[in-house]
């Protein structure tokens, strides 16, 4: 299988952020987890004290692991496992992208993610940026997963989350950038797409978490990760 651990993070554009109502009140639940996933986010708190900032990153995780398993979430320690489930399903292929950890947790509660392009990167041309990959697709059948990892943005500190979700064609349309590279470097690019619309819980398939080792919480390794010491950690969760 193949092997994630290498990506970097990215240097690419973000979408504007969205201000739709839920449907329903936010929980409790789903309030202090983002609020702790702010905190998160401001990196300044590490240099301050690192390892508070641990203790708040094991939190998160914890935190998180619990809300998905309480919103109809099915966890897994093996990514792979759940990558077989759709690897090879070319005619259905899902869309896969980083996302905000704070607007995936309200994906999971109910509150549909409405995909908007930032004005300032679109400026007077009027077009839209490629903020997706299709996976799997093409010769390659692990790139799309690739791409949404090394050119998505969403993270908090050292937590990244990505989505996988059914492309609805009621709710959300796909387009191929016009005049995009298909290879940049060793990044084969030829599954990116330019994804628009209303994502809503019902089309979500599941979510990788991937955070940095050091701050994950050792109690919750497993055997093999002990033993090969990653540099950063795979989670799955299904729904």
């Not at 952020?17 to 409790?28: A, I, L, R, V, W």
């Not at 209303?198 to 080792?213: C, G, H, S």
């Not at 497993?222 to 950063?232: A, D, H, L, V, Y």
Request: hydrophobic share 30%; proline share 5%.
């Amino acid at each position: 299988m193949f092997n994630l651990e290498k990506i970097k993070e990215p240097k690419q554009k973000i979408e504007v952020e969205t201000k739709e109502n839920f449907e329903h009140e936010p929980s409790q639940e789903l309030l202090e987890i983002n609020e702790k996933l702010n905190q998160l986010k401001d990196k300044s708190l590490y240099s301050q004290d690192k390892e508070k900032y641990k203790e708040l990153s094991y939190q998160v995780y914890k935190d998180l692991g619990s809300f998905f398993i309480n919103n109809g979430g099915e966890f897994s320690s093996d990514v792979n496992n759940v990558y077989r489930k759709y690897q090879s399903d070319y005619n259905n292929p899902l869309v896969v992208r980083r996302e905000d950890p704070e607007k995936v947790t309200q994906l999971v509660d109910g509150k549909d993610i409405d995909l908007k392009f930032d004005p300032k990167v679109i400026g007077d041309r009027g077009d839209k940026y490629a903020n997706c990959a299709i996976w799997p697709y093409g010769k390659n059948p692990v790139a799309g997963i690739k791409n949404a990892f090394l050119e998505g943005r969403g993270m908090a500190g050292p937590l990244v989350t990505l989505t996988a979700v059914k492309a609805n064609p009621n709710n959300t349309s796909i387009e191929t950038p016009k005049d995009f590279k298909i290879k940049v470097g060793d990044i084969e690019r030829e599954a990116v797409r330019i994804f628009s619309g209303n994502i809503n819980k019902e089309d979500l398939k599941f979510i990788i978490l991937r955070i940095q080792k050091d701050f994950f919480p050792q109690d919750n390794l497993t055997e093999e990760e002990i033993k090969t010491n990653p540099k950063q950690i795979f989670r799955a969760i299904e729904f």
